[in-house]
């Protein structure tokens, strides 16, 4: 998988992590997920950021080296 | 026990044609004007990607059928009774939001910016005395607000021409310092292709930002007045 596939992809899931465990309708309800788990996806959401960041960094470096 | 995707109007003809968790039918719940879109399960589903995946699939489905509030992952009730009464209490609030995002989509977007915030590049200053402290600590509180009304400027420049294209929108900027803008915006179906084309210009005349658009979503960030229809919340037991 290139690169720019594999950050869209990284982006996606992160917009929907995002928006299903955060946004949305709250019934009331029994949400059976506890704060641990959702603490686990969140440092796992903070890692899909800074993977994001790293890829872009890493265009933009390879940018950098081949107009150089 | 039942699980609940999303919340639809309840004159829409069918359940959308999709399995559930544990590869259950889909099925509607309806009371006085709106519909709960669910499926009976045995077990809380794991948080992990394929469920994620596979809740967003029905609330996709349900939208391609009606208009749809999307649920919180993780949604159980004890029955269907519980979930009449569920939506039935919050009936005006869940008829008031579905109105508001007929025929429309969200659309995410997250601008990434580099930016030189001097800490990088300063030397190590030890500060020789409580003055030179002090007017190091003034010189780098006085650098972040100058960082910060830089970013709002350009967040600004960014959402401004692309929110009056949306019948609503939702703005952070900097909550992180690489992230310059985290935004969401309700988009009529019709309008989608008009926010692209000025997503695209936006990006021709911003070379030194990366854009990352992704959608159309269900309304996620649009299911209420003030972020959510959020009542009762017990969330976290």
């Given at each position: 998988?290139?690169?720019?596939?594999?950050?869209?992809k990284?982006?996606?899931?992160?917009?929907l992590?995002?928006?299903?465990?955060?946004?949305?309708?709250i019934?009331?309800?029994?949400?059976?997920?506890?704060?641990?788990?959702?603490?686990?996806?969140?440092?796992?959401?903070?890692?899909?950021?800074s993977?994001?960041?790293?890829?872009?960094?890493?265009?933009?470096?390879?940018?950098?080296?081949?107009?150089? | 026990?039942i699980?609940?995707?999303?919340v639809?109007?309840?004159?829409?003809?069918?359940?959308p044609?999709?399995?559930?968790?544990?590869?259950?039918e889909?099925?509607?719940?309806?009371?006085r004007g709106?519909?709960?879109v669910?499926?009976?399960?045995?077990?809380?589903?794991d948080?992990?990607?394929?469920n994620v995946l596979?809740?967003?699939?029905?609330?996709?489905?349900?939208?391609?059928?009606?208009?749809?509030?999307?649920?919180?992952?993780?949604?159980?009730?004890?029955?269907?009774?519980?979930?009449?009464?569920?939506?039935?209490?919050?009936?005006?609030?869940?008829?008031?939001?579905?109105?508001r995002?007929?025929?429309?989509v969200?659309?995410?977007?997250?601008?990434?910016?580099?930016?030189?915030?001097?800490?990088a590049?300063?030397?190590?200053?030890?500060?020789?005395?409580?003055?030179?402290y002090?007017?190091?600590?003034?010189?780098?509180s006085?650098?972040?607000?100058?960082?910060?009304?830089?970013?709002e400027?350009?967040?600004?420049?960014?959402?401004?021409?692309?929110?009056?294209?949306?019948?609503?929108?939702?703005?952070?900027?900097?909550?992180?310092?690489?992230?310059?803008?985290?935004?969401?915006?309700?988009?009529?179906?019709?309008?989608?292709?008009?926010?692209?084309?000025?997503?695209?210009?936006?990006?021709?005349?911003?070379?030194?930002?990366?854009?990352?658009?992704?959608?159309?979503?269900?309304?996620?960030?649009?299911?209420?007045?003030?972020?959510?229809?959020?009542?009762?919340?017990?969330?976290?037991?």
């Open positions: 998988m290139n690169q720019s596939v594999l950050r869209e990284r982006v996606t899931l992160l917009d992590l995002d928006r299903i465990l955060d946004k949305g309708v019934l009331d309800a029994r949400i059976t997920l506890s704060v641990a788990d959702i603490d686990l996806v969140y440092v796992g959401l903070k890692a899909l950021v993977s994001v960041e790293t890829l872009e960094r890493a265009r933009t470096t390879a940018a950098i080296g081949r107009s150089s | 026990m699980y609940v995707y999303a639809t109007t309840s004159n829409v003809r069918s359940a044609d999709v399995k559930g968790f544990e590869e259950a889909v099925s509607l719940v309806r009371a709106v519909a709960a669910v499926s009976p399960i045995q077990s809380n589903p948080l992990d990607e394929a596979r809740h967003e699939a029905v609330v996709e489905a349900a939208m391609a059928l009606g208009p749809v509030l999307p649920v919180r992952f993780g949604t159980l009730l004890a029955d269907e009774d519980a979930v009449r009464e569920a939506i039935e209490i919050r009936r005006t609030e869940l008829a008031a939001g579905l109105r995002v007929k025929g429309r969200e659309l995410a977007l997250r601008v990434l910016w580099s930016h030189d915030d001097g800490h590049s300063r030397p190590a200053v030890s500060a020789a005395s409580g003055r030179d002090l007017l190091t600590s003034l010189e780098q006085r650098q972040v607000r100058c960082l910060r009304r830089r970013a400027a350009r967040a600004r420049d960014i959402h401004r021409p692309l929110a009056s294209l949306a019948a609503d929108s939702t703005c952070h900027v900097l909550n992180t310092s690489r992230q310059l803008l985290l935004a969401a915006y309700l988009v009529d179906r019709r309008s989608v292709a008009a926010f692209r084309r000025e997503l695209d210009q936006l990006t021709s005349a911003n070379p030194d930002l990366r854009m990352f658009c992704t959608g159309p979503w269900p309304p996620f960030s649009f299911v209420g007045a003030g972020g959510g229809v959020a009542v009762a919340t017990s969330a976290h037991e």
